[in-house]
């Protein structure tokens, strides 16, 4: 069992940056793949980011390309998602997930683990 906190959540105006960050608590952090999920009002969850459990290869939503990072730190048993030049398209709440994996997978039912979000809105 594998318990994910995520935080760092907000409102910022468009151009500004968030760090979200998710805690794992559970069975071992390192033997999961990570991704960051987004959910908008009447939209389907889509994938963000996502990182292998070695750190060693990470994935992107294309319209995040450029702007967004995945990175994790196993020792400490979190995974980061840092968000630069936020648009208002970026409002959502955004999900932390965990696979027993080695690598990224899209698709939401590949997650074994799912944290109880955080909201992330950007002002125009």
């Known amino acids: 069992q594998v318990q994910l906190v995520e935080s760092g959540g907000g409102l910022v105006q468009a151009g500004g940056s968030l760090r979200l960050s998710c805690a794992a608590s559970?069975?071992?952090?390192?033997?999961?793949?990570m991704a960051w999920f987004r959910q908008a009002p009447g939209k389907e969850r889509e994938f963000v980011a996502g990182?292998?459990?070695?750190?060693?290869?990470?994935d992107y939503l294309d319209s995040v390309k450029g702007r967004f990072t995945i990175s994790r730190d196993n020792a400490k048993k979190t995974v980061y998602l840092q968000m630069n030049s936020l648009k208002p398209e970026d409002t959502a709440v955004y999900y932390c997930a965990a696979r027993y994996a080695s690598g990224i997978s899209w698709p939401s039912r590949s997650y074994d683990y799912w944290g109880q979000g955080t909201q992330v809105t950007v002002s125009s």
């Open positions: 990182i292998s459990r070695s750190g060693g290869s990470t």
């Open positions: 559970g069975r071992t952090f390192s033997t999961y793949a």
